[in-house]
């Protein structure tokens, strides 16, 4: 269970560069992002969902997958 | 800022024969000029030689012990099945994450195994083992797109255990090829402090064509078009860097290998040595040759060890309390462990004559023994002959791999060589260093400052 501080802190301040700031604010002008903190979370969120999902992916191979991986390797003669 | 910017040109399974000795075909000719400038090591590879670990061992510093990586697959004790290694293996930073961390720019493309692709503070493409073109394969996400506008699906292997060997050529033509644009683009448009590039084609064209490039394999053969094709491979690769050079003008150049090659005399059936010799017990005979050993084929409660073939055999225990059907007992494991080991030194040759073997234990081996590793570790005739998995064979000696047609067994000594276009790293032959020692050399040369 979150604590009362951490529920009210739903947000927190990241760091970047301000030229990088200039450029994303400038690249989102007349686009459907308000501000350049909803671009970046945009980003981010798309790229660690992305990631999130090949981690998870490569942890959890069917066994189709890997008897295919194995065959693969057995063709390679690693194995 | 580093320093000087690093370029580390890997080219999977090169010998010194081919780098230092010039027996590459005509193929080197620029890079001959430049190893000739450069600091030269004999490149000693790890225990195993083989692709994953050793890679991984030059770019962490760390052994196969260390990483609990002893090859591509593993099995968890206890259980038959194997389990395969990815990037999520490594729990050791490599020197581009070092880098990354000190806010150097970096580029990796084909070191096995990085996928799937970690975060870096630059641009990686990962290596043979990715599962294909429609996975994530680059850092960051988008720069697959970015490749595949410009170049096509990237293509990460070949299968080269064929005698459709035009066929095998051209597909290997056609992958070196399109890492050399694709590394070509990425060295040209990004900024980099740090790039490792593995050429995983130089392997594969040693492995399906040694034979018809080296005069001392055993069966050597001069062939009018398969005899050019390691040399056009070597010249592709050194057309390139040639190409690349202008742009390379102040940057160290580390040409480096992960283990040599060598001509394979054969493969060995090592479960059905241990048949005989009473250490392994099949239910009843395997209807055709080249069967993989399956758990339902062993007589478990008469069978004492098992073992896997590749280009090193592992070599497995049936101890009780640690396997499900386990007959040796654990007060007799250390005994029995030197006795086998003792038995699979003397394995000799078709003809009776000696062959200089390696069996041990991993704790006598490594530093620290993590992950999951066999009980022996063996390796034939100095790694002449290949140990074969598979069961159900007429005589246990094969004149060919049981995986399908190879020219070549891996060697333990590959190169090292770095060129300093400033000069100040110093010249000419330094003897010989272990691939777990690279790593402190790359530190060097890219976070002490000069």
Redesign the interface.
């Known amino acids: 269970m979150p604590g009362r501080e951490e529920r009210k802190h739903r947000y927190t301040t990241v760091s970047i560069p301000v030229t990088l700031y200039n450029r994303i604010k400038e690249l989102i002008k007349d686009t459907g992002f308000t501000s350049v903190s909803s671009f970046v979370t945009y980003v981010l969120r798309e ?1 660690v969902a ?2 999130e999902r ?2 998870m ?3 959890t191979i069917s066994e189709e ?2 008897k ?3 065959e ?8 | 800022m580093a320093n000087r910017r690093l370029l580390v040109l890997g080219l999977d399974s090169l010998p010194p024969y081919v780098l230092y000795q010039g027996h590459d075909g005509g193929g080197f000719r620029y890079i001959r000029g430049l190893v000739s400038d450069s600091r030269r090591y004999i490149l000693r590879s790890c225990k195993p030689p ?3 670990p050793a890679w991984m061992v030059m770019f962490t510093g760390k052994t196969p012990g260390e990483l609990g990586i002893y ?3 593993h099995r968890k004790p206890g259980m038959f099945d ?3 290694v ?3 293996y490594i729990r050791y930073p490599t020197i581009w994450e070092e880098a990354s961390r000190r806010g150097l720019r970096v580029g990796v493309f084909g070191v096995p195994p990085t ?3 970690k ?1 870096v503070n630059g641009f990686m493409v990962t290596d043979f083992t990715t ?1 294909g073109p429609e ?2 394969y680059t850092w ?2 988008w720069l697959k797109r970015e490749i595949e506008e410009r170049f096509g699906p990237m293509i990460f ?1 070949i ?3 064929s005698s459709e060997k035009d066929r095998v050529m051209r597909d290997l033509l056609k992958m070196v090829d399109k890492h050399l644009r694709v590394m070509e683009y990425l060295l040209t448009r990004k900024p980099w402090d740090l790039v490792v590039y593995v050429e995983i084609g130089i392997d594969r064209a040693h ?1 399906a064509f040694w034979r018809y490039f080296d005069e001392r394999h055993p069966r050597y053969e001069h062939h009018e078009v398969y005899s050019g094709v390691i040399p056009k491979v070597y010249s592709m690769v050194d057309e390139w860097l040639e190409k690349l050079s202008k742009t390379l003008r102040d940057t160290v150049i580390v040409i480096a290998s992960d283990h040599g090659v060598k001509p394979m005399h054969g493969a060995f059936a090592i479960n059905q040595w241990l048949e005989e010799e009473g250490l392994l017990r099949l239910k009843e005979k395997p209807k055709k040759p080249g069967t993989d050993l399956r758990e339902d084929m062993i007589d478990w409660e008469h069978t004492a060890a098992w073992a ?4 090193y055999s592992r070599v497995f225990v049936n101890l009780k309390g640690r396997e499900p059907h386990g007959i040796v007992e654990a007060e007799e494991y250390e005994d029995f462990v030197k006795e086998l080991a003792e038995r699979l030194r003397g394995i000799r040759g078709p003809s009776g004559e000696e062959w200089r073997n390696i069996a041990e234990r991993p704790v006598d081996v490594y530093p620290e023994v993590n992950g999951d590793p066999p009980d022996l570790m063996l390796y034939l005739d100095d790694l002449n002959w290949r140990p074969a ?1 598979t069961v159900g064979w007429p005589d246990k000696y094969l004149p060919e ?1 049981d ?2 047609p ?1 020219d070549a067994m891996h060697d333990w000594y590959g190169v090292f060589s770095v060129y300093d276009p400033e000069g100040t790293i110093g010249r000419g032959d330094a003897g010989v260093i272990g691939i777990e020692e690279v790593y402190s050399v790359l530190s060097s040369l890219l976070f002490e400052k000069k």
């Open positions: 790229v992305d990631m090949e981690k992916e490569s942890e997958e890997k295919r991986i194995l693969r390797l057995k063709a390679l003669g690693y194995l | 083989i692709t994953v090859g591509f697959r194997a389990y395969i990815n990037s999520r996928y799937p692709p975060p599962p996975k994530r960051p996400p292997d299968l080269y255990r492995h896997w073939g590749g280009y998995g791999n995986r399908g190879d």
